[in-house]
């Protein structure tokens, strides 16, 4: 059982920062792609960050340059920092993880359960 934990999300002012983090836990063989999506209220969920197993990374427009998306493979974790906050940037916040879970199994995709973000102005 493949399971994605998030940490770290909650209330700041415009211009602060957070940093989420996402652990993997379970029957884990491999994991591919790792990513960070969000979804405000009334909004579609969206690609926020992703990152290869390679560390290579690819953002949304509107949070490049102030968000950083990173990983350490031995931990089986995502981070997602966030710095110069905007209130258009809350809402709630999912790791996702593109992983196989045995030698036996395909990749396939995990969420986390989500962690609330919420930039006050």
């Known amino acids: 059982q493949v399971q994605l934990v998030e940490s770290g999300g909650g209330l700041v002012q415009a211009g602060g920062s957070l940093r989420l983090s996402c652990a993997v836990s379970g029957s884990i063989f491999s994991i591919n792609a790792m990513g960070w999506y969000r979804q405000a209220p009334g909004k579609q969920r969206e690609l926020v960050a992703s990152?290869?197993?390679?560390?290579?990374?690819k953002y949304a427009d509107s949070v490049k340059g102030r968000f950083t998306i990173s990983r350490d493979n031995a931990k089986k974790t995502v981070y997602l920092q966030m710095d110069s906050l905007k209130p258009e940037d809350t809402g709630d916040y999912y790791c996702?993880?593109?992983?196989?879970?045995?030698?036996?199994?395909?990749?396939?995709?995990?969420w986390g359960q989500g962690t609330q973000v919420t930039v006050s102005s």
């Open positions: 990152i290869t197993s390679g560390s290579s990374t």
């Open positions: 996702n993880a593109d992983v196989r879970a045995t030698i036996l199994q395909r990749f396939r995709d995990y």
